[in-house]
């Protein structure tokens, strides 16, 4: 099976566990603000799959193979999960793989060591960033910064879900020599057959936020532009 072949099966067998854990909400009144500052009518709450046994076995079993088929052979030393959501994922994810477990903060923690990065040394390792979702990569490049700033070697970027709407993000991100890895995006939320349950205004909502989501961020009250920093 292909790469290709490959992703598109992982991608659809985790849109129907985000559907199953009821992560998929659409709020066409009162739009969703996501953490990178996007106005959006839909919300993917990948955090629910952390709370349900079935789900997040299922979830770590979908990742395991997608590291093990596309990403490099004995590529990985160590998994890094981000600061919130992203460490539960790393930590399952690494007791699969059987590597190395970190995590890294949003900032230096102010006290003690003021670490960024905690768990134990990453200098010298390679070492895969774990997250439950990725918006426009802003996030992504801090946490490579700080595991970078500590002497890890980060190329590969694994998050649940990726909104790949955003324009730029994957270009930034390559630019930061980073490679995104998600298990399912937009594309594989729709065609699920799960997505039947959407009502059809919820659905062209959130089709007319996909085909142009700054403009439909700018309209509702949300960010207008990519930052030119991040």
């Not at 490959?6 to 199953?20: P, S």
């Not at 106005?39 to 997608?66: E, K, M």
Request: no cysteine; charged share 20%; net charge neutral.
């Amino acid at each position: 099976m292909s790469d290709q072949a490959i992703r598109q099966e992982i991608g659809g067998e985790v849109a129907r566990l985000l559907f199953e854990g009821g992560a998929i909400h659409v709020s066409r009144q009162q739009p969703f603000i996501l953490a990178a500052g996007w106005a959006s009518p839909v919300y993917v709450d990948v955090r629910v799959i952390l709370g349900d046994p079935a789900l997040r076995q299922a979830v770590t079993q979908l990742a395991v193979r997608y590291v093990s088929a596309v990403l490099p052979q004995a590529s990985i030393d160590a998994v890094a999960g981000a600061e919130t959501a992203g460490i539960p994922f790393a930590a399952w994810l690494a007791d699969r793989l059987n590597v190395k477990m970190r995590y890294v903060r949003k900032r230096p923690l102010g006290i003690g060591r003021n670490a960024q990065v905690e768990g134990g040394d990453v200098d010298g390792l390679r070492v895969l960033l774990v997250d439950d979702l990725t918006t426009d990569g802003g996030s992504k490049l801090n946490f490579a910064r700080g595991l970078r700033a500590a002497g890890a070697d980060v190329e590969h970027v694994l998050t649940v879900f990726y909104h790949d709407v955003f324009p730029g993000a994957a270009e930034r991100l390559a630019q930061a020599g980073l490679s995104l890895h998600p298990l399912a995006t937009w594309a594989d939320i729709l065609r699920s057959p799960a997505a039947d349950s959407v009502s059809v205004q919820d659905r062209s909502e959130v089709e007319r936020f996909l085909a142009d989501p700054v403009a439909w961020s700018t309209r509702h009250g949300g960010r207008s532009k990519l930052s030119a920093r991040s």
